[in-house]
């Protein structure tokens, strides 16, 4: 039988029960599609620096290097908010992005037809279906050039700096063209071109990879004006690429288009089969050990792990469908409205894994 090794980043605030829950459907999807998974922990965020003094520590690199697959809960918390830049939670996280060379960020903008009217823009203006996916460079850019504090005139100062070479832009350029490809064959890609040098390298480079690409129909977005047509008119976006600091606002933004950012997962990948799967909420401290966390982002992070890394496409299909058929029925609190059963953390997890079965 074949058998797949994972390694589990809990990390903090919710991100323990979440997994627990992500970990539970798979197990259940394993015996049914026939397949093994072993499973290993380690640290990453908050609580590798409760237990190690640092967010990343190397054992951690190292398990998640010798894995066939990463799941992540999510990493930080007001508890950790007093320490250093470059040892705060999120630096383990950016480290561990970093260290695999999970350079392309894949995160679906998606309207489960049950929750449609959880969508904060009206019913006309979502259509049908929303149906977006987001690629978002992730280990380049002003996350991870030089940056600085120093002094200007006797007044304090800091610089961040965003930077890519052409090898950087066609690698994410190739993942999308090739997404788009596998979609609706409409690429955006989103930049600062009016402004910044790295934006028109950036949208130079795309121009000349479409040409790799002829039946992908590529056009250009001002990452403002994107921002703009995201809420005016969503419909009109099949694939979107772009920078790491103009994914990382304009995922979250799209996310909320659907209705819940408790239901949106994410895959990261570098150029082998080693992904990292995360749903792209954060830790929620607040709501942290109540039971109440919606754990089918980190659900749906699993069918992505088992479509992009594992290649078992029908389990994936298999959670998936088992998500969208859960949600006519049963919510926990984020998603709950009248006539609903309102349920925990586990027992969603639970009625997932019946789904499947
Ligand atoms: C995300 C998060 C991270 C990011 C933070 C926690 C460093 O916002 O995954 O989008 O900015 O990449
Ligand atoms: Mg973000």
């Not at 630096?91 to 969508?119: C, D, T």
């Not at 006519?328 to 609190?333: D, G, L, M």
Request: charged share 25%; hydrophobic share 40%.
């Amino acid at each position: 039988m074949k058998s797949y090794n994972i390694t589990l980043l809990k990390g903090d605030g919710i991100g323990p029960e979440i997994i627990n829950e992500a970990v539970k459907v798979l197990n259940v999807t394993a015996e049914k599609y026939g397949f093994g998974v072993n499973y290993e922990e380690a640290l990453l965020g908050g609580c590798a620096i409760d237990a190690t003094g640092v967010p990343l520590p190397q054992e951690t690199v190292d398990k998640c290097k010798s894995s066939d697959s990463v799941l992540l809960g999510a990493v930080g918390g007001p508890k950790w908010d007093t320490q250093p830049g470059s040892n705060r939670p999120e630096a383990g996280l950016l480290g561990i992005r970093g260290a695999l060379g999970l350079f392309a960020n894949l995160r679906p903008a998606v309207i489960f037809e049950p929750l449609k009217n959880a969508s904060p823009l009206r019913e006309d203006i979502i259509g049908e279906a929303m149906d977006i996916m987001i690629v978002r460079e992730l280990t380049g850019g002003i996350y991870f050039g030089k940056r600085g504090n120093f002094e200007e005139d006797g007044i304090p100062a800091a610089y961040d700096t965003e930077k890519y070479n052409v090898n950087e832009i066609q690698r994410i350029g190739r993942v999308a063209f090739d997404m788009a490809m596998k979609r609706n064959k409409k690429l955006t890609s989103v930049d600062k071109a009016n402004v910044l040098d790295s934006s028109r390298l950036w949208r130079k480079t795309m121009i000349e990879l479409s040409s790799e690409y002829p039946e992908v129909e590529l056009n250009h977005l001002y990452v403002d004006n994107c921002a703009m047509q995201l809420v005016r008119n969503p419909k009109q976006f099949d694939v979107i690429v772009t920078s790491n600091i103009f994914g990382d606002i304009l995922s979250d933004e799209a996310s909320m288009i659907s209705g819940s950012i408790g239901m949106l997962a994410s895959a990261s990948l570098n150029s082998t089969k080693l992904g990292m799967y995360e749903p792209i909420h954060g830790s929620a401290p607040d709501i942290a050990g109540q039971g109440i966390a919606n754990p089918l982002a980190t659900i749906l992070s699993v069918a992505m792990m088992l479509r992009y890394s594992l290649d078992e496409s029908k389990a994936a299909d298999a959670i998936e469908n088992a998500v969208a058929e859960v949600l006519k029925t049963t919510r926990t609190p984020d998603i709950y409205t009248e006539g609903m059963k309102k349920v925990s953390t586990s027992e969603m997890g639970d009625a997932v894994c019946a789904l499947i079965k």
